[in-house]
């Protein structure tokens, strides 16, 4: 197996309380890899410092061999990431968005090619307000991809979609997993965890607190579900 990602003793604070409180990780090529962890656990805050958009404090980061710390540029160049409360200006449309996305890179994808792929054509000329949350999505999907990633960074890409749109969500996650895209997925959701997830972290204040397949948190936990095992790992029952 090759890591993708590989983080050691990773230490994060904001003024004087610790958002990443030692974590280490490793993340294997081609995975759909599952951050979860109650709210303000640390998880957007791990990704951002995994895709260069924020300095950790201490430990070390290997992201598809480089350092995110100095290699910043090059390694936004390799990561597509679709960040909590992603948002465009209203009027672009579809088109227009993913050719501005595309500019950004130095050997993007045929962004024509990528908009028929996920099925954005027929919209191209939508404007980013007029479309419904599931097409939202696919279209913060295609524009992850845009720039030929070889690691995609998801944060709650499924918050707020209708069920349907959701499980088609998961179609097009997996279909970035066949493509050979290695895929860092923050959710909320232990039934999404478990029907896409090869392995996952739940982070609880800063810290790893179990990691590994489903299965195997599942049956760490002693329990009959995903959901079941989390409430038990992070103890917070209180909250069902
Ligand atoms: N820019 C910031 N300045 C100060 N504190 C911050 C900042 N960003 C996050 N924090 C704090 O760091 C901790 C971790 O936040 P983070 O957003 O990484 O958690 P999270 O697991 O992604 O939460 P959520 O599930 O709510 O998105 C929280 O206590 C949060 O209040």
Redesign the pocket.
Known sequence: MTAIIEINELRKS??S?P?LDGVTLRVERGEIFGIA?P???????LVECVSGLRQADGGTLRVLGLDPRTDRRVLLQLIGAQL?EAALPDAIKVAEALRMYASFYDKPADWRAVMDEWGLADRKNVRFANLSGGWKQRLFIALALVGNPKLVMLDELTTGLDPAARRTTWGLIREMRERGVTVVLVTHFMDEAEALCDRLAVIDRGHVIAEGTPRALIDKAGSDSLENAYFTLTERTEAV
């Open positions: 904001y003024k309380s958002a962890g709210n303000g656990a640390g998880k957007t805050t909590q």
